[in-house]
C-alpha cells in the first residue's frame, strides 16, 4: 500500500452530492478544501451495514470540525444518485437523512486508486481516512478492512494535534489530547517530557 503520509494529497474532479443536496457535476477536491484543513473517508458502499454508523459520526462531529476549519469528504465508488437516494432515506429505515458534507461518487474507482485504497478484485474501497493539512499535504492516513469501523473522535484529536504542533513548534507525544503539554523536538525536550509524564503513558 502506498504511503501518502508526508506527500501531496491526490487531487480529484468527481460528482458529488453536497451538503444541501444538490448535485454537483464537477466537485473538485482542492476547490473545495481552498485554504482550510481536509478530512478525506472513503466506505466500500451506500446501502451497507458499518458505513452508515460511520458516515452519521462524522456528520454528527461536524459542528466540532467546522469550529477546526476542517472540511470533511466522504468518497465511494457508488453513483451521485445512490448517494441521493440514501441521504434521502430516514435513518429509521436504514438510510442516512441529510448530511453535512460532500459525498462523492468514485464511478471509475479511479481516486480510490489514487490514495490506494481500492480493492481490485471486489471492486470497493477500504475504509481509509485521509488527514490534508493547510499546506495540501496529507498528514494522516488510516485504513480499516471492511468489517471493522473507525473511531471518528480519534480524527478530531488529530486535527488538533496538528493545530497545536502549527501554533507551538513542538511534537505531540503517545496519547496527547487538547490541554496536555506537548515536546519540544530535541534531546532536552525529550528528557523534559518524559521526566515528568514517563509514568502517565
Avoid at 451497507?48 to 462524522?58: G, Y
Avoid at 477546526?68 to 429509521?92: F, I, M, Q, Y
Avoid at 493545530?163 to 496519547?175: I, K, L, R, T
Wanted: negative net charge; charged residues 25%; glycine residues 10%.
Amino acid at each position: 500500500m502506498a504511503v501518502l503520509a508526508g506527500k501531496p494529497a491526490p487531487d480529484f474532479t468527481a460528482a458529488a452530492v453536497m451538503e444541501d443536496g444538490s448535485i454537483n457535476g464537477t466537485f473538485n477536491l482542492k476547490e473545495y478544501i481552498g485554504d482550510d484543513y481536509g478530512l478525506v473517508f472513503f466506505y466500500p458502499l451506500d446501502f451497507t451495514f458499518v458505513c452508515p454508523s460511520e458516515i452519521l459520526a462524522f456528520h454528527n462531529r461536524m459542528n466540532k470540525f467546522k469550529e477546526l476549519g476542517v472540511k470533511v469528504v466522504a468518497v465511494s465508488v457508488d453513483s451521485e444518485h445512490t448517494h441521493a437516494a440514501w441521504r434521502n432515506t430516514p435513518t429509521a429505515e436504514g438510510g442516512l437523512g441529510p448530511v453535512d458534507f460532500p459525498m462523492v461518487a468514485d464511478k471509475t474507482k479511479q481516486i480510490a486508486r489514487d490514495f490506494d485504497v481500492l480493492i481490485e478484485e471486489e471492486g470497493i474501497s477500504l475504509r481509509g481516512t485521509f488527514l490534508i493539512g493547510k499546506d495540501g499535504n496529507v498528514w494522516h492516513q488510516y485504513v480499516n478492512f471492511l468489517p471493522l469501523g473507525r473511531n471518528v473522535d480519534e480524527f478530531v484529536r488529530l486535527v488538533e494535534a496538528l493545530q497545536f504542533h502549527e501554533e507551538h513548534g513542538e511534537v505531540c507525544p503517545a496519547g496527547w489530547n487538547k490541554g496536555d503539554a506537548g515536546m519540544k523536538a530535541d534531546a532536552a525536550g525529550v528528557a523534559d517530557y518524559l521526566s515528568k509524564n514517563a509514568d502517565k503513558l
